[in-house]
Nanobody, 115 residues
Framework: QVQLVESGGGLVQPGGSLTLSCAASGFTFSSYWMYWVRQAPGKQRELVASMSSGGDTHIFDSAKGRFTISRDNAKNTVYLQMNSLKPEDTAVYYC?????????WGQGTQVTVSS
């Protein structure tokens, strides 16, 4: 079945870095756009980054200049490199894809930015 599994979250100090990974299975990964979405406590989900099947990327306002999305189609994995982390980046980070019309989400990975 179609599955997305995130990893790499944790506790990091302000100004630090983390790299999140999302392993995909059950579909032709290289053919699909991939997304990173986050949800902070008490807030709505927010799109952070996207990457097309062709490699085009978009980083949304809150993360511009600090986050990078990439993918390794040989490993069926999408990454989110996060630098210069701020306390307001604290959230659960989800990997997302729309596969054959079905909106698929991973279970999420917690990122906490705190001193």
């Amino acid at each position: 079945q179609v599955q997305l599994v995130e990893s790499g979250g944790g506790l990091v100090q302000p100004g630090g870095s983390l790299t999140l990974s999302c392993a995909a299975s059950g579909f032709t990964f290289s053919s699909y756009w991939m997304y990173w979405v986050r949800q902070a406590p008490g807030k709505q989900r927010e799109l952070v980054a996207s990457m097309s099947s062709g490699g085009d990327t978009h980083i949304f306002d809150s993360a511009k200049g600090r986050f990078t999305i990439s993918r390794d189609n040989a490993k069926n994995t999408v990454y989110l490199q996060m630098n210069s982390l701020k306390p307001e980046d604290t959230a659960v980070y989800y990997c997302r894809a729309v596969v054959r019309g079905v909106d698929v989400w991973g279970q999420g990975t917690q990122v906490t930015v705190s001193s």
